[in-house]
């Protein structure tokens, strides 16, 4: 036996407005037929009044407990993966872990933009297994809307707003079969900051900022490190690419789920998609599409999953498990 975090529930939230492609044609200069054909995506949901990064994310965590059939205050460790935190201290995860009503625990956010997920994960998963913490909630959860230029076409009809949580609990699995994290991997180069960004923050202009990307060099960067992480996770775990059940990946453009899956030989069919519905809510994007496919019964316990993610850094990560 070993000591393994193993997902105990899942859960999600979306705003209440859903924004369709028709309607972003009435606001930039765009249509269905670029935005469908570049990207995959045919609607977003935008957070309107009374909704932020903390109310979507705690949200999603009522939800993943109650899959987990656990109370609040049994959770010994938040972490949410959020780049657009409800204000720029106090953590929005303590925002949550107040809503939820729990006491004490460990609370803090990770700014690893679209791969924040991942580093949530891996971070609790090593917190869970070193005995800091027994059971964690790890949220992404964003507002991406509010940051970005609703003039610039080349990225405003990319992006959504959402929450994704997980229940993860350290809990002792057979070594060969048993359920749980198997493997994690993480990686971040600096060097390309100016690919994408967001051109503010407290420290420089004293303002939030907006989103600014080079679209074309980030695709080509995320297919090759996306692929080359998810190789390591598979090496680390021991796992063959066939023995994959499902890819959960980071939902920023259908195009590179498709070209990352067939750089690995992987069935497009096994890639969990909801870009479509979604867009690209960054660090929710991961929770979100394992949510959707955890209760649509795809994703059955035993499957081996492979959640990945990269974003602004840029960072990337992989993680392999038994669900
Ligand atoms: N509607 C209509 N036309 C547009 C739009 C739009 N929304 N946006 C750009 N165009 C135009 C451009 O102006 C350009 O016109 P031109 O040829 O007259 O100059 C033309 O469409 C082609 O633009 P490109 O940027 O070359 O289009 P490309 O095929 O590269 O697609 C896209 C752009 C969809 C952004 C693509 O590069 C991409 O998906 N990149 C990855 C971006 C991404 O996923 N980022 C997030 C990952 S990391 C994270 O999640 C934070």
Known sequence: MTLRSVILGTGSALPRRRMTNAELATMVDTSDEWIVGRTGIRERYIAG?????????TDAAR???????LAASEIDLIILATATPDQT???SATIVQAALGIDDCIAFDVAAVCSGFLYGVTVADNMLRGGAAKTALVIGAETFSR???????????LFGDGAGAIVLRAEESDQASGRGILASRLHADGRY????NVDGGPSTTGT???????????????????AAVMGEVLEASGIASDDVDWVVPHQANARILDATARKLGLAPERVVVTVD??????????????DTAVRDGRIQPGHIVILEAMGGG???????LRY
């Open 49 to 57: 009044e009374g909704e932020t990064t903390a109310t979507l994310a």
């Open 63 to 69: 939800r993943a407990l109650d899959m987990a059939g």
């Open 89 to 91: 201290f106090p953590a």
């Open 147 to 157: 940051i970005l230029d609703w003039e610039d076409r080349t990225t405003c009809v």
């Open 193 to 196: 900051n100016n690919l994408l």
């Open 208 to 226: 939030v900022g907006k989103v600014r990307m080079k679209g074309q060099d980030v695709f080509r960067h995320a297919v090759v490190n996306l």
């Open 277 to 290: 519905r979604h867009a690209n809510t960054s660090a929710a994007s991961v929770p979100l599409a394992l």
């Open 314 to 320: 840029f960072t990337w990560g992989a993680s392999i």
